[in-house]
């Protein structure tokens, strides 16, 4: 991720972090109510990730859920 492309929720920036050390692609693609994707290249599957979501925390674990399911894939 660029300068600029931080989650403004620190749990869910923390878990976007552990995505990409995990070597999933993270983008931002600025729509409206998504802040944009995790992304596993080798498998082609994605997780949304959302701008303001009601648990931030919530969020985090589906991500961290969806980095622990694709970490291997590679
Ligand atoms: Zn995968």
């Given at each position: ?26 983008t ?40 622990r ?6």
């Open positions: 991720m660029g300068i600029g492309d931080r989650h403004q929720k620190k749990d869910v920036e923390a878990a976007l972090k552990r995505a990409e050390a995990a070597g999933l692609k993270v931002h693609d600025k729509n409206r109510h998504r802040w944009g994707w995790v992304i596993c290249c080798p498998c082609n599957q994605s997780q949304v990730v959302y701008c303001t979501p009601q648990s931030q925390g919530e969020e985090a674990r589906e991500i961290d859920r969806f980095t399911r694709h970490q291997n894939c590679a």
